[in-house]
């Protein structure tokens, strides 16, 4: 048989340029994520890539998806992710120094409603990213968790009024953390941090002894976005298992043509910073 021509490999490029990242995107497919003894399926959005030396006129992207496809319905973690970017590192007749992988995807988790105590899924978008670079390897864990924010000047002043009814907001964390090699966070942990420091989580189903447990807990917990987002980011400096942590707050207005937001990150050398770019 023939032996096939790879233009790829075996071409000059027109244009002697270093390319920063070059890859494929939008890959869906399906994986398990664990959590404790338990294995979740779910659809995730896969974006791997890596960078391109000079001389090389272009990657073997089908190659990815052949590497990716040993994985498909297995349980996936951070030494999944690492096994795959070695095994693309190895094959790949591509010089590059740094290789990535995003992985997206929304993962349930089961909440109840505070009195009635209905069990119902809620969603998270979580995000894992992985970089080898000249064979070391960064890891990365992402979480958004929606909740309300009650007004504390629109509280006032409806208190002062005495009338009417104090607005608040469907609001949104998202929390972004660099790990250590030895060690996990779980997804979680994350949404646990947050939510014990934003109060007013949200819930899947309410009945009318919910919404009004709801109601009062959420007029004795009154905070703007500044106090949020100081009450997650001191929790995030106390907990050792984090490397580092980038954390954004939106609160949708419900009065004002504006939105509100803000963000805080921890501040070491080489991390997160106003220039992070998350995915």
């Not at 890859?23 to 659809?43: A, R, W």
């Not at 907001?169 to 929390?175: D, G, I, V």
């Not at 997650?232 to 509100?260: F, M, P, R």
């Amino acid at each position: 048989m023939k032996k096939l021509p790879d233009i790829q490999e075996n071409t000059e490029p027109e244009v002697n340029q270093y390319i920063n990242r070059v890859g494929i995107n939008n890959i869906k497919v399906p994986i398990l994520i664990s959590h404790g003894n338990l294995h979740k399926q779910v659809q995730a959005c896969f974006s791997l890539s890596s960078d391109l030396d000079c001389n090389t006129r272009a990657i073997s992207m089908s190659m990815f998806l052949r590497i990716l496809k040993e994985y498909i319905y297995n349980n996936f973690n951070f030494n999944v992710m690492q096994e795959i970017l070695k095994k693309f590192k190895n094959v790949s007749k591509n010089k590059s120094h740094t290789t990535e992988m995003i992985v997206k995807f929304d993962l349930p988790f089961n909440k109840k409603s505070p009195k009635s105590n209905i069990d119902f899924p809620i969603y998270y978008p979580c995000i894992y990213k992985i970089i080898l670079n000249n064979n070391k390897f960064r890891l990365f864990r992402g979480i958004t968790v929606p909740y309300t924010s009650y007004c504390p000047c629109s509280y006032s002043l409806v208190e002062s009024a005495k009338i009417g009814i104090p607005h608040n907001q469907r609001s949104y964390c998202s929390l972004y953390v660099e790990l250590p090699l030895n060690m996990d966070v779980q997804f979680i942990e994350l949404i646990n941090l947050i939510e014990s420091r934003v109060v007013n989580i949200i819930h899947p189903i309410l009945r009318r002894m919910d919404e009004q447990y709801v109601a009062i807990k959420a007029s004795e917990n009154k905070f703007f976005i500044e106090d949020i987002i100081r009450r997650i980011s001191y929790e995030l400096n106390v907990d050792k298992k984090i490397k580092d942590w980038i954390v954004i707050c939106n609160h949708e207005e419900s009065l004002h043509q504006h939105d509100a937001f803000s963000i805080s990150w921890k501040g070491i050398k080489n991390g997160f910073n106003e220039n992070t770019i998350i995915c």
